[in-house]
Structures are given as C-alpha cells and as structure tokens.
C-alpha cells in the first residue's frame, strides 16, 4: 500500500463539495462555525477509491491483455508466514510447483471481485493458489473466506519486508512463481480470466482432473 501522505485543504463547504468528499473517501471536519470551512485530511482510502485499489503508476489489468512477463528471472523472495487456520507456509517449501500468489484486502473492490475466478483456478487448475491478506485482523478476513468458500490457503500479517518487494502499492497485485522458484509472470489489479486462462495454457498449467 501507498505511504499515507496529509494534507490540508481550505475551502466552503457547498453540497457538491460534501458529495466529492463522500465519493473520495476524504474525511472533512467543521474548523470553526462561524467560518463555515472545512479542514481536509487526504487518507490512504482516498487514493485507493480513487484509483480502484491501486497507487497512481499502476496499470488497471482491465487495460492489460494479459499478466504482465517478467523477464528479469528475478527469485520470488522466500518467507513464512501463518495461515488462517494456524498453519505455517513457506514459499520455498512450494519448489518444483507453480504457484499464484495474490495480495488482497477485504475492503478493495477489484480484490472481492476476483476471488471466485482464483477460487476455480485453486479448483481447476495444477497451481497452488495462496492469498495474502493485506493487514487486516484475522476475524475479519476469516468472515470473508466463510462467507465466500475460500478453497485455498490465506496467509495474514506479512512483513514489511515482503510486502516492499512484492510492491504491494496497490493491490490487487498477483504473481506466478514457477516451479523453479522465480517469478514468471504478474498482474497488477484484478485478473482477468479470459487473458489469464490462455496464459496458464501457454505454460502448460494443466487442469486438474
């Protein structure tokens, strides 16, 4: 997620100035009665609201024909993290299988929307499916996985560290880490099935009998 950043804004409080700051997410509180004005503080849900989740530089995947190739071979940065159920998941423990690995948050539109499409992949397909909760408390994102029969593993509270080299500044963020342990490809912002489905083929992700 993007750094939060504050600032402050004067100006008269009008009906269309209350309707951009409910739109926006901006948070408005009366300075002085008499003055009528409002200080304006720019929260983080203002920058995600306004850009579907995501920081100012990211691609919308809605534009994006498919995953975007990493070329570099770069690893995939090794970690561990607990599961909802308690379990712990290392990434390298996952060696000489593909895996998808998705950074999401309860509270993102684009992340809620895809999640039946990664679910059918979890189901379908001979990939290991792994969710990334972005810092949200465990009962919160356990709710969402019970309402929603979540099929694959969701991992909570990830470091910093992992989160910067992922470049979680705006999620959706998906990647595909193959069975060598480097990063093959990823999508910044919601997957889109149809172009992702024949990026699997061209893998040879096959499906799962």
């Known amino acids: ?19 951009r700051a409910t739109q926006y997410g901006i948070l408005c509180t009366m300075r002085n009665g008499k003055e009528q004005r409002y200080r304006w503080i720019v929260w983080l849900v203002a920058l ?3 850009t579907g989740c995501a920081g100012p530089g990211a ?4 534009q994006s024909e498919a995953p975007e190739v990493v070329t570099t071979g770069a690893l995939a940065r090794d970690f561990s993290m607990l599961t909802l159920d308690g379990d712990v998941v290392t ?3 996952l060696r000489g299988r593909w895996v998808l690995l998705n ?8 992340c809620v929307e895809e999640m039946p499409y990664l679910s ?15 810092n949200e408390s465990r009962d919160r994102a356990a709710k969402f996985v019970d ?17 910067l080299f992922y470049d979680t500044s705006g999620i959706p963020r998906s990647f595909v880490i193959d069975p060598e342990g480097k990063i093959a490809a990823q999508v910044v912002g919601a ?3 149809d172009a992702f489905e024949a990026w699997l083929d061209e893998q040879g992700i096959a499906r799962r009998e």
């Not at 999401?104 to 684009?110: M, Q």
């Not at 059918?120 to 972005?134: H, L, P």
């Not at 309402?147 to 989160?163: G, R």
Request: glycine fraction near 4%.
């Open 1 to 19: 997620m993007p750094v939060p950043r504050t600032a402050t804004q004067k100006m008269k409080h009008t009906p269309e100035s209350g309707t």
């Open 48 to 50: 995600l609201l306004a």
């Open 59 to 62: 691609v919308d995947s809605a």
């Open 91 to 93: 990434l390298s423990g």
């Open 103 to 110: 950074f999401w948050a309860t509270w993102c539109p684009p």
């Open 120 to 134: 059918n992949v979890a189901r379908e397909r001979d990939i290991e499916v792994i969710g990334v909760n972005y």
């Open 147 to 163: 309402e929603n029969n979540i099929p694959f593993p969701i991992l909570v509270q990830p470091d910093d560290a992992t989160l």
């Open 191 to 193: 997957v889109r099935p």
